[in-house]
């Protein structure tokens, strides 16, 4: 089922959502500077599977849960979006057609009905899920979608009363639609949200605006921004993560009310900097997390090459280091139905001498 929407009307989904019943424990929440899943205080492990939202084989989601469930990992980070500016007509799963200043949500067999199965399926197996509602990137549509159908750019994205206004509309049609699912740990505002030479101001002024209105849908569950952590004096060696050049302030960020813990990531080789700086990065961000009292989550990290020193290393230091709560290695990899799941060569394949060195010999230590 599809349902339309213009862009000044916020649509009552009530009547499509699909709601399923806490089935026992608590809700996950923050705890000090650490989290607490079923009522359990403890560091937890996890990872990244962006492309389990878009798989069309019910087996293979199946698959990938059970094998997530048996290495002992808690928290699983998905995309929640898939935006497109033209109906694909290849059978692509995508959840929302955003056309000649038009947005329309796909509820249908090859949209919000493949999360469905993804949300159904983490909760048999009591994994929890951080859903994300649009990528910087334009892989999967992003905010590029959003200004192609609707103008402006990348920085105005942020402030652009109509495309806030969609956005919001795909938020609700999201937040109601799980909220009541035993498998929420967390909603995400937007995956590395930057806006490049902008004051700090506008992406958080945006960050408060759209976590309260998230809160007002479902005020149970943690919100958090789901930025890389740029911005940042505390630890800083003047480099460029450390800057505010992407117009993120990490710690005036964290500081929002309605954002329940922080968010960073970690890619070096991306960054333009050694992989000697991971630890400093780390330490830099669990000190800040620390002052704010809300816990860290290292929810992205990778390295192309000698995984198992470097990534092992860092998560070690992240267990070991007071304010970060958990970490989500970016990302995991398994083989589907139709053959291995993507690489982007920061992948770790499930059974392979990487996998286990960074994952499952440390599983046990958490």
Known sequence: ????????????????????????????????????????????????????????????VDLVLDHLHESGLRILRIWGFSDVNNKPTDGKVYFQLLHNGNATINTGPDGLQRLDYVVTAAEKRNIKLIINFVNNWSDYG?????????????????????????????????????????AIFAWELANEPRCNGCNTS??????????????SLDPKHMVAIG??????????????????????????????????????HLYPSTWGVPNSFGNNWITAHAKACAAAQKPCLMEEYGVKTDKCTIEGQWRQNALDTKGIGADLFWQYGDKLSTGNSPNDDFTLYRGTDDYKCVLTDRVADT
């Not at 079923?38 to 492309?51: E, I």
């Not at 990348?154 to 956005?167: A, G, H, L, M, V």
């Not at 911005?231 to 309605?258: C, H, K, M, Q, R």
């Open 142 to 182: 992003g905010i590029e979608a959003y200004t192609t159908a609707f103008g402006g750019t990348s920085k105005s994205w942020f402030t652009s009363p109509t495309i806030q206004n969609i956005y919001r509309q795909y938020i609700k049609a999201v937040v109601s639609r799980y909220s009541q699912s035993s």
């Open 202 to 215: 506008v992406i958080h002024d945006w960050a408060a605006s759209t976590s309260a209105y998230i809160k």
């Open 227 to 264: 930025d890389e952590g740029f911005g940042l004096d505390v630890g800083s060696d003047g480099s460029y993560p450390f800057t505010y050049a992407e117009g993120l302030d990490f710690a005036t960020n964290l500081a929002i009310d309605t954002i329940d813990f922080g968010t960073f």
């Open 1 to 60: 089922m599809i349902w339309w929407c213009n862009t000044l009307t916020i649509l009552d989904l009530a009547h499509a959502h699909f709601r399923r019943n806490t089935t026992g424990g608590d809700v996950p929440s923050t705890q000090g500077l650490s989290f607490t899943i079923d009522g359990q205080v403890d560091y937890f492990g996890g990872t990244n599977s962006y492309w389990i939202s878009y798989l069309t084989e019910n087996a293979d």
